[in-house]
């Protein structure tokens, strides 16, 4: 079993930049596609966490929620220890906890049903 952990979270003026880092602890990545979800205040069900982006052990496919496509970007480092989410322009909609998920690489990648695997998450604030 994979134990993700995550880093890099903070406080960032609107438009700006964070990068996200997701290791593993237990058993290293190995097969496994990772996602970033993330989670606001109120949401205090595991199921209503909001799919952020996903990328497949291969690194050759990624998704991203559309309120993120083109401003975020997911990415394994080249020994696959490590997948990052690259955050520019940020906004205040973007203020959560984000949280790292892995699974086997296989079924659908945007349900938090799919993942076993779960992180502790890290803040992410946006405010001027």
């Known amino acids: 079993q994979v134990q993700p952990v995550e880093s890099g979270g903070g406080l960032v003026q609107p438009g700006g930049s964070l990068r996200l880092s997701c290791t593993a602890s237990?058993?290293?990545?190995?097969?496994?596609?990772v996602a970033w979800f993330r989670q606001v205040p109120g949401q205090e069900r595991d199921l209503e966490r909001e799919?952020?982006?996903?990328?497949?052990?291969?690194?050759?496919?990624?998704f991203y929620a559309p309120s993120v496509e083109g401003r975020f970007t997911i990415s394994w480092d080249n020994d696959k220890n490590t997948v990052f989410l690259q955050m520019t322009d940020l906004k205040p909609e973007d203020t959560a906890v984000y949280l790292c998920?892995?699974?086997?690489?296989?079924?659908?990648?945007?349900?938090?049903?799919?993942?076993?695997?779960w992180g502790q998450g890290t803040q992410v604030t946006v405010s001027s």
């Open positions: 998920a892995a699974k086997l690489d296989i079924g659908a990648y945007r349900y938090v049903s799919e993942y076993a695997d």
């Open positions: 237990g058993r290293a990545f190995s097969g496994d596609a």
């Open positions: 799919f952020v982006a996903a990328i497949k052990w291969s690194g050759r496919n990624t």
